[in-house]
């Protein structure tokens, strides 16, 4: 089921065949009819993440890169909505002419051909199958496995079966009756797992593995136990402990070539030594996709609370992140006094956006470190606008069609635009630094890329009504029209951006916007205490 962890599971699992010296990459199996994760809103699948190419993916790629440290493409997810567009296209293409175009064979074969094309390159491909099975949507997916696997071998082909062990807490039991009638479903589809790994909060101890290996017919050292951890950085070393990448290389009768985790050790040790660290900063993140009737959902926002930890881990600091509910405009200002350092990421619509730029105010005044991604650098114009330059309805026509002072607005190009799926600026795009400012310092580099999604853009009809006080203009695209980064040269860390940094950071390589943002609010923790 969603949520269980098969993302990280599939992750951890190309971590340590990456580890072992071969080339590989993870590919996303969503079962839903959706073309594409982009026109699905934030609570109800987590957040959208963004590829190099500009694919607006599954959060679940967002760990694949991080795990792997490498870019994975747009075809590393596959839709329903993707592999029928591309069948039901290629028959009004009459490449089909005279036959009828049937789910078995015609739209299994697209699927296999997408699996090897997408790992045509590399040595090994981590295929994770979203949903449960059992499920409607993922037939086809499942019976496309079973066809590969029944062409080629059990040494070309590895099945891993993610299961869930509940904890019943009346009796304080682990059950593994889920896991039996889960793989006895995925039997009926025609697939018989080689691996199980068994997710609980708990380890799997020795009688329930022997449960599970009797049962569901896989041998005892191939049940693997992955129980809750501090860190999912960590599950790559709880496999490892249970040999899982020698396991598999064992079944492809391939030879390690490599062992070396040391980097990620070290940076798990920094990770483990930052919680007892004196260095202590509070993180506020405001934000609206924040629950879902009675429940948060804290993946909304994932990449962004994973460049955090990756920039604390590596500066060695405690931190903690506070969740500020923009919609509640006047407890979300009281909350910001509070913080050390506060990050406005990115969103779409009209709600909560009030609490957003009392909060930045907040942060301007105040000289709290402050960090816009995306919308947080459109607000941040917006209030500057409003509140610095007299011009008091300013706005953006995402918020207000009819504002005066259209500081934020669609460029030309965009107002054609009719269709949501896919039509947003998306992907990496190049900016140009400008010198002497804090932006350029912290990246170290005058032409840097991030990645993009967003429609609306700072009115270059403003730009140089804006560009005062304190206001900077820190980075723009290379044809200087449009404005990429902004900061204000009387603050200790007030910058924005209309990219997403917080794609690229990675665990091994924290980035550089999310580390200056903590050390400044470690200066200000000091300063509170
Ligand atoms: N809604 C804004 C836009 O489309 C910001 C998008 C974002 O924050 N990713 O431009």
């Not at 493409?73 to 036959?99: A, D, S, V």
């Not at 992955?226 to 009768?253: C, M, S």
């Not at 730029?357 to 114009?381: H, N, S, T």
Request: net charge neutral; glycine share 8%; with cysteine.
């Amino acid at each position: 089921m969603s949520g269980l962890g098969k993302g990280v599971t599939a992750s951890s699992i190309a971590k340590l065949i990456k580890e072992k010296g071969y080339k590989v990459s993870c590919l996303k199996i969503d079962p839903y009819v959706n073309v594409d994760a982009g026109t699905i809103r934030p609570t109800e699948h987590g957040e959208v993440f963004v590829t190099e190419d500009g694919g607006e993916i599954d959060q679940d790629l967002g760990n694949y890169e991080r795990f792997l440290n490498k870019n994975h493409r747009k075809e590393h997810n596959l839709t329903t909505g993707k592999i029928y567009q591309k069948l039901i296209n290629k028959e009004r293409k009459g490449e089909y002419l005279g036959k009828t175009v049937q789910i078995i064979p015609h739209l299994i074969e697209e699927i296999i051909e997408h699996i090897e094309k997408t790992g045509e390159k590399e040595d090994f491909l981590v295929i994770e199958i979203g949903g449960t099975v059992g499920d409607y949507e993922n037939i086809p997916f499942l019976e496309a496995a079973r066809q590969m696997r029944r062409e080629k071998s059990h040494s070309e082909v590895v099945f891993i079966h993610v299961t869930y062990l509940p904890i019943i807490s009346a009796i304080g039991e682990q059950k593994t009756k889920p896991t039996q009638h889960s793989v006895k479903e995925l039997r009926s589809e025609g697939i018989i797992p080689d691996f199980i790994v068994g997710r609980s909060e708990k380890p799997l101890d020795e009688p329930r593995k022997e449960k599970i290996s009797l049962f569901c017919d896989v041998k005892k050292e191939k049940v693997i136990s992955a129980p809750n951890v501090d860190n999912i950085y960590k599950i790559p070393v709880k496999f490892k402990e249970q040999k899982l990448g020698d396991k598999i290389l064992n079944q492809t009768k391939l030879k390690e070539k490599n062992s070396d985790l040391q980097n990620w050790m070290s940076m798990l040790e920094k990770m483990d030594k930052s919680k007892d660290s004196e260095k202590e900063v509070k993180i506020g993140l405001v934000g609206k996709y924040i629950s879902s009737g009675d429940f948060s959902v804290r993946d909304s926002y994932i990449s962004v609370t994973e460049a955090v930890k990756h920039a604390a881990g590596e500066l060695e600091t405690n931190y903690s992140i506070k969740w500020i509910d923009s919609t509640d405009s006047e407890k979300a200002k009281k909350e910001i006094d509070e913080m050390d350092s506060v990050i406005i990421p990115g969103g779409f619509g009209t709600s909560g956006i009030k609490g957003k730029i009392e909060a930045i105010k907040k942060c301007r005044e105040d000289k709290i470190p402050f960090l816009g991604l995306c919308l947080g650098l459109q607000l941040a114009v917006i209030e500057h606008a409003r509140n610095e330059l007299s011009l008091k309805k300013a706005n953006s026509t995402e918020i207000d069609e009819d504002t005066p002072h259209p500081v934020i607005c669609l460029l030309e190009e965009q107002k054609e635009i009719e269709n949501k799926g896919n039509t947003m600026r998306l992907g990496s795009y190049p900016a140009i630094l400008k010198k002497n400012t804090k932006t350029k310092n912290l990246y170290g580099e005058k032409r840097i890329n991030e990645r993009h999604r967003h429609r609306y853009e700072v009115n270059p009809e403003y730009h140089n009504k804006l560009e005062k006080n304190s206001m900077v203009f820190s980075g723009k695209s290379p044809d200087g029209k449009l404005i990429e980064f902004i900061e204000r040269n009387n603050h200790p860390f007030f910058i924005a951006t209309q990219s997403h940094p917080e794609f690229k950071s990675r665990p091994e390589k924290p980035h550089p916007l999310f580390k200056g943002l903590i050390e400044k609010g470690i200066d200000r923790a000091e300063k509170r205490n």
